[in-house]
């Protein structure tokens, strides 16, 4: 399989649950982020892995922990969400954080907190 | 990073050229522009991305005014699959993040 894949493509899950969203990248690339997308609003960055260290945290709420394990996956594991936490999660990897370097994106997860 | 300004829609008819205009009048000297499409529920999908120079790619052409204040995305021969939300962003590269903005809303109509 090529490319960034995501698991689940779609999610729902109650307030007291506890989730995690998989995405995997068979691209070579070292960069991984994860993306926030909500209904009518632009794409929020959340956060940024490169070489497995965590670069950027977009003042993320605590309920979402991001994990990296290796270069090629990334993992956000969901506990005690909110309604308004309902979006689209997608994630997208690069090969570097360098200059002129494109992101690809995955399919995303579509996520619906009860 | 310096903000993007883009129409909200446009319209352009199947096999004609389509032009979507971004205004980036703060762009600083080291921001690239990127250009970035989102099919209806799918993960965005990157098109091209320039510096000063225009580009050209298989998918599109990037022109970039020789100011860079402002950059026009070219897709030749628009066909139906190319309905999709369109988003310019302009980066500075150190720190990898791409803003996204509201984008442009493109509809091919046969």
């Known amino acids: 399989e090529t490319g960034v894949t995501q698991t689940p493509r779609h999610l729902v899950m109650g307030m007291t649950n506890k989730k995690s969203l998989k995405c995997e990248q068979h691209?070579?690339?070292?960069?991984m982020y994860w993306y926030k997308q909500s209904a009518k609003k632009p794409l929020e960055l959340m956060f940024v892995?490169?070489?497995?260290?965590?670069?950027e945290n977009n003042s993320v709420p605590s309920r979402f922990s991001p994990e990296c394990p290796n270069s090629s996956h990334l993992f956000l594991h969901l506990h005690t969400l909110q309604p308004e936490d309902s979006a689209l999660y997608l994630c997208a990897s690069s090969l570097s954080l360098g200059e002129g370097v494109e992101q690809f994106f995955g399919p995303g997860t579509r996520l619906t907190v009860l | 990073d310096a903000k993007t300004t883009q129409p909200p829609s446009m319209d352009c008819a199947e096999g004609r050229a389509a032009n979507l205009p971004c205004n980036h009048s703060?762009?600083?000297?080291?921001?690239?522009v990127y250009w970035y499409r989102q099919i209806h529920s799918q993960g965005p999908q990157y098109i091209i991305h320039g510096l000063k120079n225009n580009e050209t790619n298989e998918m599109a052409s990037l022109i970039i005014t020789e100011d860079r204040k402002s950059s026009t995305l070219i897709l030749p021969h628009a066909t139906l699959r190319d309905t999709a939300v369109y988003y310019c962003i302009v980066r500075q590269n150190s720190w990898g993040k791409l803003q996204f903005g509201a984008g442009t809303q493109v509809v091919v109509t046969p």
């Open positions: 691209l070579g690339h070292n960069a």
């Open positions: 703060t762009i600083s000297g080291n921001e690239y």
């Open positions: 892995y490169n070489f497995k260290e965590q670069t």
